[in-house]
């Protein structure tokens, strides 16, 4: 039987929702019935600071939660693309928030989707669902977990708590799924 590891990097700046898009991909793993590990870093800032999560979903038992070379990364700053692209294994995916960084990369050995998150987030009517926008596209390229499990794993969070915000998550999730889309087309 053959075993798949994938390390996950998912980066950006505090505020931004990053531990809360690796909450809710180790969530829908772990619905996949997969093993998954991870670490979460902030900087000392508050908000506006760096913070990143790392995340290791596998079929079989985890070594470490500890990634220094990520197959794939969802980069929603500038800072983290400077800081994850260079350490990305080569074939590997980046998802890069287009509206806060360059995608202009000095690798061609990645798999990139340049999404434009605020921009899409803004026109559903709420920025703070940009990260779930990069999610969408992060899933869609990855294929990492279902994203069906996806869905159930908002649900699990937001759906007794916060109902209101189910629609806007799972409409966040379909454009940026249908970004990465257009961007394998």
Known sequence: MQTTETKIAIAG?????IVLAGNILARAAVLEKKNVTGMVSYGVEMRGGTAN??????DDEIASP???RPDAAMLLNQPSVDRFVPAIEPGGVAI??????SCKLDRDDLDVC??????????LGNIR????????????MTEVVKM????????????????????????????GAKAAAKNKA
């Open 66 to 68: 500890v990634v220094e």
């Open 148 to 175: 069906s499990n996806v869905v159930r794993a908002i649900e699990d969070l937001f759906g007794s708590k916060k109902p209101q915000l189910l629609a806007i998550n799972d409409k966040a999730l379909e454009a």
């Open 129 to 140: 669902v940009a990260n779930i926008t990069a999610l969408g596209a992060f899933v869609a």
């Open 96 to 101: 890069i928030n287009g509206s806060l960084a």
């Open 13 to 17: 700046f505090g505020g931004q929702g």
């Open 114 to 123: 340049c999404l434009p998150a605020g921009e899409l987030a803004r026109s």
């Open 53 to 58: 999560a790392t995340i290791v979903i596998s």
